[in-house]
């Protein structure tokens, strides 16, 4: 199947860096993958979202305007992606920021505290990571080993000493109930 | 085929113009595109290049117009304003013949527009922006491979006809990231520069770089010659992808429009309409003898851009009303949707080919 | 038969197009001895702008570029840095230098590039036919001040090399004047300077050469070098701005 993901909330969160791991690592487990950000103003402090396909054909259109996979990050991006997403589609939502389910039922969702757990462990960055876990337990949108690949690959050196802790945060939304 | 890497659009380019040997690198900021400067700040001065940024849009080019004459393998890379700022630089070069490697990173307009991706450059580009009469090789890459391959290619094109080549993408192509694999090494030709101004070292005869002919005959002339390179180019360098040749409808679309098309044609096969692409690689010249190989079957043409409707006359005039043609355009840096598009082609479908 | 007096080699021998009791022909003759005596004309290129010396290609003998209006100082260093080696020159009038050009030659200078500028200003737009130029002087007629250049409405007159003398980058600037055999002297080894600098690897040098513009002032040339003296040196006075001390 083709993973058609969109990933949004408030720049600053780590969307686009959650995005880009999910394409290294798409890319790792080789599949075909795109990966193409919002910019410009959103990087600094608006609204960031970036779209990534992964495929095991070429990619047609990097550019999406429906998704089978969506995480959420904030609720703007909620009210603004909910009807994008395809029928039988995900969504996996930071529920600590978000304060509402999906409103349609022919689509899944998954509510996380993410940013609270992720803020017990002592590193709120490290949400976004957490609802990747979900994800890739549901969709296996990319491989667990060619993920912890890509973080050393797109992480810069002085941040590789964080990557275990990172790879517990993956575990811990895989195995959220 | 080489080293694999997750990049950005504009990423590659700068590193296919690296890898092409092009050591010299002239810019202003501008986005989205900026990363391409940034790559080459970071890059050239480790390869022996230089990376200089202009006081402006007009000292870049003129810069890129010095250091072509002297037969280096040069760049420049911008956005549409910036873009425009260039155009004077742009007709002293066509006139005076220096090759040299334009990259626009198109976003919105008129005026400063937005940042957002935009096709909207195509007149500009492919119909001289700039004052004379003068062309420039256009190429419109659609995927992150593309870009580094076509940008190889552009300073082969640049360099065999002494002219710019200029890489049209747009802030999409430019911002995404995706797979590019390298080659181990790259097709460069090698032109023996003899017109370059190196300095004649008391050994030949002095050369001159300039586009200034007083004399109308001589200056009519030297048009007919740039004219003669132009159909040479016209007949040899037309390039082009025609994707599902037995197509009833064919879309036209060229950079990541053309992408976003061919997810179309998948849409259109589950509906049992039977859509095809074809995709302009270089927008000028514009590849007329494309619409030749599919122009019997084909029983209409729908052309997807994100203008008002630009390379459409350039397909109008390919298919001199031969079939019929539609547009679908976005502008302002929107991005035609899949199922808009689906739209124009059930209604196309409903018109021309099913009860035929 | 000894020579003592000959064309310098740098210059070809195209018979001059300029005007009669114009100083372009001097200022071309400084470069080319300087070309000559210094013995790098096979390793210079000049760069020529827009103006009456747009030709300049056809007297000097080197590689040439012909640059767009105003930009010669970025066509240089497009060529400098491509050809760190060689000797580059601009050859720029007072409109193409210090009105449409501004933005070149300001940051030309602010980056110090190796490059050497030989400025003609004769306070006026030449080859247009006498139009007010940034350097026209305060109450002189030109065709688009017919009335004389008012400052309340047309601005004051820019001084070019006390303007660039106040940026780090340029290492030698000096203002010399063509209006008769003692001044042309002293222009002469102000341009050789100049290109000495650039061979020195010392930063960007710029020489105004104090010109006429007989046809456009309405004067006779033996009045033009008149009026270069009384008027213009008093507003434009020589000497060095930058790089006194300067040895090369």
């Given at each position: 199947?083709?993973?058609?993901v969109?990933l949004a909330g408030f720049g600053g969160q780590g969307i686009l860096s959650a995005g880009r791991l999910l394409a290294e690592a798409g890319m790792l487990d080789g599949n075909?993958v795109s990966w193409l950000p919002s910019y410009?103003?959103e990087m600094r402090?608006?609204?960031a979202n970036c779209n990534v396909?992964v495929?095991?054909?070429?990619?047609?259109?990097?550019?999406?305007?429906?998704?089978?996979?969506?995480v959420?990050m904030?609720?703007?991006?909620?009210?603004?992606?909910?009807?994008?997403?395809?029928?039988?589609?995900?969504?996996i939502?930071d529920?600590?920021?978000?304060?509402?389910?999906?409103?349609?039922?022919?689509?899944?969702?998954?509510?996380?505290?993410a940013t609270?757990i992720a803020s017990e462990m002592g590193n709120m960055a490290f949400a976004n990571i957490i609802l990747l876990g979900k994800l890739i337990k549901?969709?296996?949108t990319v491989s667990v080993e060619n993920f912890e690949k890509a973080l050393y690959a797109v992480l810069s050196e002085r941040k590789h000493h964080l990557i275990p802790q990172e790879m517990e945060a993956l575990k811990i939304g895989m195995?959220?109930? | 085929?080489?080293q694999k890497l997750l990049m950005k659009g504009n990423e590659a380019?700068?590193e296919?113009?690296?890898?092409?040997?092009?050591?010299?690198?002239?810019?202003?900021?501008?986005?989205?595109?900026?990363e391409?400067?940034h790559y080459?700040?970071k890059k050239?001065?480790?390869?022996?290049?230089?990376?200089?940024?202009?006081?402006?849009?007009?000292?870049?080019?003129?810069?890129?117009?010095?250091?072509?004459?002297?037969?280096?393998?040069?760049?420049?890379?911008?956005?549409?304003?910036?873009?425009?700022?260039?155009?004077?630089?742009?007709?002293?070069?066509?006139?005076?013949?220096?090759?040299?490697?334009?990259?626009?990173?198109?976003?919105?307009?008129?005026?400063?527009?937005?940042?957002?991706?935009?096709?909207?450059?195509?007149?500009?580009?492919?119909?001289?922006?700039?004052?004379?009469?003068?062309?420039?090789?256009?190429?419109?890459?659609?995927?992150v491979?593309?870009?580094?391959?076509?940008?190889?290619?552009?300073?082969?094109?640049?360099?065999?006809?002494?002219?710019?080549?200029?890489?049209?993408?747009?802030?999409?192509?430019?911002q995404m990231m995706e797979v590019v694999?390298?080659?181990?090494?790259?097709?460069?030709?090698?032109?023996?520069?003899?017109?370059?101004?190196?300095?004649?070292?008391?050994?030949?005869?002095?050369?001159?770089?300039?586009?200034?002919?007083?004399?109308?005959?001589?200056?009519?002339?030297?048009?007919?010659?740039?004219?003669?390179?132009?159909?040479?180019?016209?007949?040899?360098?037309?390039?082009?992808?025609?994707?599902?040749?037995?197509?009833?409808?064919?879309?036209?679309?060229?950079?990541?429009?053309?992408?976003?098309?061919?997810?179309?044609?998948?849409?259109?096969?589950?509906?049992?309409?039977?859509?095809?692409?074809?995709?302009?690689?270089?927008?000028?010249?514009?590849?007329?003898?494309?619409?030749?190989?599919?122009?019997?079957?084909?029983?209409?043409?729908?052309?997807?851009?994100?203008?008002?409707?630009?390379?459409?006359?350039?397909?109008?005039?390919?298919?001199?009303?031969?079939?019929?043609?539609?547009?679908?355009?976005?502008?302002?840096?929107?991005?035609?949707?899949?199922?808009?598009?689906?739209?124009?082609?059930?209604?196309?479908?409903?018109?021309?080919?099913?009860?035929? | 038969?000894?020579?003592?007096?000959?064309?310098?080699?740098?210059?070809?021998?195209?018979?001059?197009?300029?005007?009669?009791?114009?100083?372009?022909?001097?200022?071309?003759?400084?470069?080319?001895?300087?070309?000559?005596?210094?013995?790098?004309?096979?390793?210079?290129?000049?760069?020529?702008?827009?103006?009456?010396?747009?030709?300049?290609?056809?007297?000097?003998?080197?590689?040439?570029?012909?640059?767009?209006?105003?930009?010669?100082?970025?066509?240089?260093?497009?060529?400098?840095?491509?050809?760190?080696?060689?000797?580059?020159?601009?050859?720029?009038?007072?409109?193409?230098?210090?009105?449409?050009?501004?933005?070149?030659?300001?940051?030309?200078?602010?980056?110090?590039?190796?490059?050497?500028?030989?400025?003609?200003?004769?306070?006026?737009?030449?080859?247009?036919?006498?139009?007010?130029?940034?350097?026209?002087?305060?109450?002189?007629?030109?065709?688009?001040?017919?009335?004389?250049?008012?400052?309340?409405?047309?601005?004051?007159?820019?001084?070019?090399?006390?303007?660039?003398?106040?940026?780090?980058?340029?290492?030698?600037?000096?203002?010399?004047?063509?209006?008769?055999?003692?001044?042309?002297?002293?222009?002469?080894?102000?341009?050789?300077?100049?290109?000495?600098?650039?061979?020195?690897?010392?930063?960007?040098?710029?020489?105004?050469?104090?010109?006429?513009?007989?046809?456009?002032?309405?004067?006779?040339?033996?009045?033009?070098?008149?009026?270069?003296?009384?008027?213009?040196?008093?507003?434009?006075?020589?000497?060095?701005?930058?790089?006194?001390?300067?040895?090369?």
């Open positions: 199947m083709v993973h058609e969109i075909h410009g103003p402090g608006g609204t396909v495929s095991k054909t070429p990619v047609d259109s990097p550019v999406l305007n429906s998704c089978n996979e969506l959420i904030n609720k703007p991006s909620l009210d603004k992606f909910e009807t994008m997403v395809e029928k039988g589609g995900i969504v939502i529920s600590s920021i978000v304060d509402r389910d999906v409103k349609r039922d022919d689509i899944n969702s998954f509510l996380i505290p609270n549901e969709r296996q195995d959220y109930k | 085929m080489g380019i700068a296919a113009a690296i890898r092409a040997g092009c050591l010299h690198y002239f810019g202003y900021p501008i986005t989205p595109q900026t391409i400067s080459m700040a050239l001065p480790k390869v022996g290049g230089v990376f200089l940024q202009a006081e402006s849009e007009v000292a870049a080019i003129n810069m890129v117009y010095g250091s072509g004459s002297t037969g280096t393998r040069v760049m420049t890379s911008s956005s549409s304003p910036g873009i425009s700022l260039k155009q004077e630089g742009l007709s002293y070069i066509a006139g005076s013949q220096i090759p040299a490697v334009v990259v626009n990173i198109v976003r919105s307009g008129p005026g400063l527009g937005g940042i957002q991706p935009a096709q909207s450059d195509y007149f500009q580009s492919c119909k001289g922006g700039g004052h004379g009469d003068y062309r420039q090789i256009v190429l419109a890459p659609s995927s491979q593309e870009l580094y391959e076509l940008t190889v290619e552009a300073f082969n094109l640049a360099d065999r006809y002494r002219m710019v080549a200029m890489i049209m993408g747009d802030g999409n192509l430019g694999e390298f080659r181990n090494e790259e097709p460069i030709e090698h032109y023996d520069k003899q017109w370059a101004t190196v300095g004649h070292e008391n050994s030949r005869e002095q050369n001159v770089v300039t586009s200034i002919h007083l004399n109308p005959a001589v200056l009519e002339k030297m048009n007919l010659d740039l004219q003669e390179k132009y159909r040479v180019i016209k007949e040899k360098e037309c390039r082009y992808e025609i994707y599902n040749q037995d197509a009833d409808i064919f879309i036209v679309a060229y950079g990541i429009v053309a992408r976003i098309a061919k997810s179309v044609i998948e849409m259109a096969k589950d509906k049992g309409i039977n859509v095809g692409l074809l995709r302009p690689i270089t927008l000028w010249p514009f590849p007329d003898q494309a619409f030749d190989q599919v122009i019997d079957k084909a029983k209409a043409f729908l052309t997807v851009e994100m203008s008002s409707g630009q390379m459409l006359e350039d397909v109008k005039l390919a298919l001199n009303g031969r079939k019929p043609v539609y547009f679908h355009g976005r502008m302002g840096g929107m991005v035609p949707a899949r199922d808009d598009i689906m739209k124009e082609i059930r209604n196309i479908y409903n018109l021309h080919v099913k009860n035929d | 038969m000894a020579i003592v007096f000959q064309k310098p080699k740098a210059l070809k021998d195209t018979p001059m197009h300029y005007c009669p009791g114009c100083t372009h022909g001097i200022a071309h003759r400084l470069v080319a001895e300087a070309l000559d005596e210094l013995d790098i004309e096979g390793k210079t290129i000049g760069i020529a702008s827009v103006g009456c010396s747009y030709n300049s290609y056809d007297y000097f003998g080197c590689d040439m570029i012909q640059a767009p209006h105003g930009r010669a100082p970025a066509v240089a260093t497009g060529v400098k840095r491509s050809k760190p080696d060689n000797v580059v020159f601009t050859y720029q009038g007072d409109g193409d230098l210090a009105a449409i050009g501004t933005a070149e030659i300001v940051h030309a200078a602010a980056r110090g590039e190796k490059i050497t500028v030989i400025f003609i200003n004769n306070t006026i737009y030449g080859m247009t036919s006498g139009q007010m130029a940034p350097t026209t002087l305060l109450n002189q007629y030109s065709t688009t001040t017919p009335y004389g250049r008012i400052a309340d409405q047309h601005g004051f007159p820019i001084n070019v090399c006390e303007m660039l003398a106040t940026l780090e980058g340029p290492a030698y600037i000096e203002r010399v004047s063509l209006h008769d055999v003692k001044h042309i002297k002293k222009a002469k080894q102000a341009v050789k300077k100049a290109f000495k600098v650039q061979i020195a690897n010392k930063g960007f040098s710029l020489v105004e050469l104090l010109s006429t513009c007989p046809t456009n002032w309405g004067l006779s040339p033996v009045e033009s070098l008149k009026r270069v003296e009384d008027d213009m040196i008093p507003h434009y006075p020589l000497g060095v701005f930058k790089g006194k001390d300067l040895e090369v």
